[in-house]
């Protein structure tokens, strides 16, 4: 039986991890994006070639797309939203014409994923990210200054986060603005603050039946063409799995997958398991949701986090923190052993190390990376997730 596909994500050439860097630690596959397309323009079919030219050139296969984000008019349900739409399906068109077949992408309503640190560091040394429930509120509420921002957090939360914010000197504030204005992976740019108070303003205004809807309609006009064109489409869960601003979520707990699988059954709608986004909180079964939802894997996304009681997580090493990963990673194999014996499914699941730490050489060039994409700390990774699947395979099957 074929194993996992092993693969890692690249931001391109101005990126702080090269191509031939990531040919070294001996993946098959390459995850990436057309990152210099504004998000709601088409990629040209020539964009997508020279791309994948260039990841070729270097012995690797372009395995897997993440992202062709969308629109916030589609997310917002705005009226402009079918020409967004259409950009969406052409692109898909180029990306099948050049033999692309899986896509990742997400649905967050204001920024990919959140964190409040993006330089903690562990016992050992090595550099993580952490995400801060009181952070957050400080933030909001003495930065951001949001009207209104009170009422989302309730009284003890706003006396903790000013407890938080008034123990931060300068260079602690300014840390905390730019770790969640940190932009959108593939850009070092950071988003403006005047620019993310007014998205969280309209976004607040949306209730999550709406959100829902919209990402339904989405679904209904996307998946149709992805299934004539064999691509499947994966969607990532929320990360963090729960509201931050108050901000609904909508692709975070079993029973919001089960609404987006449902919302248009095809072989084309699908999900990216990411162990790290869902079990940022105890309450997913991840483990039930690999048995019930294995068909509809078509990327893994593997990374382990430490909760703490009061809220916060920080990202640990791939076999360490909250997660059972071994048993995260026998139901894997198994989805992948149904899928053999029925003779349906890719059995070779592409699977990347989700984040990394950064340590040792890397931390010279830290600032070269996106924030949780290290090389030394994503290298160590794969080969943890690899030598535990291929233990698991030889002791089980």
């Known amino acids: 039986m074929k194993y996992l596909k092993k693969t890692l ?49 270097n012995g690797l296969e372009w395995s897997v797309v ?48 959140t964190r409040t640190h993006l330089n903690y560091v562990l016992p050992t040394g090595a550099i993580s990210l952490l995400y801060d429930p009181v952070a957050i509120a400080a933030f909001d509420l003495y930065i951001l200054q949001r009207d209104r921002a009170a009422e989302v957090y309730g009284d003890e939360m706003v006396h903790k986060a000013g407890k938080y914010y008034n123990a931060l000197d300068q260079q602690g504030r300014k840390l905390l603005k730019s770790a969640i204005l940190a932009g959108m992976p593939g850009s070092k740019v950071a988003i403006p603050l005047s620019d993310f108070k007014a998205t969280l303003e309209e976004v607040s205004k949306i209730e999550k039946p709406v959100l829902r809807e919209n990402l339904a309609y989405f679904l209904k006009a996307v998946i149709p063409e992805a299934e004539k064109l064999g691509i499947r489409m994966a969607l990532h869960p929320d990360d963090p799995p729960f509201p931050v601003f108050g901000i609904p979520r909508i692709a975070s707990t079993y029973e919001d997958l089960q609404y987006i699988l449902d919302c248009i059954p095809s072989p084309s709608n699908g999900l990216t398991f990411c162990s790290g986004s869902l079990g940022a909180v105890a309450s997913n079964d991840l483990l039930k949701i690999i048995r019930d939802f294995g068909p509809k894997i078509h990327f893994l996304h593997l990374r382990n986090v430490s909760r703490e009681e009061d809220g916060r997580f920080y990202e640990a090493a791939h076999l360490d923190g909250s ?68 233990g698991i395979r030889e002791m089980f099957l």
Not at 84 to 97: D, G, P
């Open 323 to 390: 997660l059972p990963m071994a048993k995260i990673m026998l139901e894997v194999v198994k989805e992948q052993k149904r899928r053999k014996d029925c003779g349906l499914g890719e059995v070779a699941i592409p699977i990347r190390p989700d984040h990394g730490h950064v340590l040792l050489d890397d931390k010279k060039r830290k600032d070269e990376f996106y924030s949780g994409y290290s090389l030394i700390g994503r290298g160590i990774g794969m080969a943890e997730l690899y030598g535990l699947e291929k």
């Open 66 to 113: 993440e992202s062709v984000n969308i629109h916030k008019a589609i997310k917002y349900g705005l009226p402009e939203r079918d020409i967004f739409v259409k950009n969406y399906i052409e692109t898909l068109r180029n990306l099948a014409e050049n033999n692309i077949k899986v896509v990742c992408y997400n649905f967050m309503q204001l920024i990919d994923w």
């Open 9 to 57: 994500r690249w931001f391109g050439p101005s990126f702080g991890v090269s191509l031939r860097d990531i040919k070294e630690l001996g993946v098959e596959g390459v995850v990436t994006a057309c990152h210099q397309v504004p998000i709601g323009e088409v990629w040209s079919s020539e964009t997508i070639r020279s791309v994948k030219k260039d990841i070729e050139d």
